[in-house]
């Protein structure tokens, strides 16, 4: 479903350019939630926006359902491809009330049933219709993701791009929506890539791990293996080993493999 090829990106000019992923290569199955983990600035979300066309610059080949991506945002690919964001509260209008942010997608796409189309994807999230005079701002964290999942799959896309989608919100809360999202993917027969920091959330969720650091792809993973004596990087093992606890030496390991 999603093949990304030899994606190389780089930012800046001259000898001010910067390049942050270096050959990344990945397949996901049809169907299949993998997931995309590594410290902060190994390229994770960057390989979500190639695949969302927020960036257009990249090298590489880039596939959904075996067509080719172009280095520019179509009308396909917005119906076969959406993304959940980090922050639910940044990414929603913050002056648009619910029912418009859910409207904008179906009129750009020139969707008659609106009506219709609004109240059955918010209850597929969970929210009544009476949410949809609410604004952001009168929401829960958990409700503005919940809003902002509605939004992405409005379009009945085949494809989710989830940058961390529960790292803003309540520990409470977390889980709830991680169930949604689970609940979500069996029903709508969907896809999920899925970036965190949370090994938690990728054996509660996902099939497969790749992990990142530093623009690269180290290894891919059955989540399985994550937590078993199988042979792994020395960098998957200490991801593991700190998610389970913090220690004074794990941090020097971490500070010595920069």
Not at 66 to 79: A, M, V
Not at 147 to 154: F, G, H, K, N, Q
Not at 223 to 249: C, E, I
Request: glycine residues 6%; contains cysteine; aromatic residues 6%.
């Amino acid at each position: 479903m999603i093949e990304v090829k030899n994606l190389n990106l780089k930012f800046g000019e001259g000898s001010q350019q910067n390049q942050v992923l270096f050959d990344v290569n990945l397949r996901v199955n049809s169907g299949e939630i993998f997931g995309l983990v590594g410290e902060s600035g190994s390229g994770k979300t960057t390989v979500l926006k190639c695949l969302a066309g927020l960036f257009n610059h990249w090298t590489g080949e880039l596939a959904i359902d075996g067509h080719p991506l172009q280095h520019r945002i179509e009308r396909q690919r917005c119906r076969s491809v959406q993304m959940v964001f980090q922050d639910p509260y940044g990414s929603l209008h913050p002056r648009h009330r619910v029912e418009a942010i859910l409207e904008e997608p179906l009129a750009i796409h020139g969707f008659s049933d609106r009506d219709r189309r609004i109240d059955s994807i918010l209850d597929k999230v969970g929210l009544s219709a009476a949410f949809r005079t609410r604004y952001p701002h009168q929401l829960s964290g958990g409700q503005r993701q919940r809003v902002a999942i509605a939004r992405a799959l409005i379009l009945e896309p085949q494809v989710l791009l989830l940058d961390e989608p529960t790292s803003a919100l309540d520990v409470s809360v977390q889980a709830e929506i991680l169930n949604l999202l689970a609940e979500l993917q069996q029903r709508e027969k969907l896809t999920y890539l899925m970036v965190t920091h949370d090994l938690g959330v990728i054996a509660h969720l996902c099939h497969r791990v790749a992990v990142m650091q530093y623009g690269r792809i180290l290894e891919t993973l059955d989540t399985a293996d994550l937590t078993t004596n199988t042979p792994k990087t020395a960098y998957t093992t200490m991801l593991v080993d700190a998610s389970r606890s913090y220690s004074r030496d794990l941090a020097q390991a971490a500070a010595r493999m920069q």
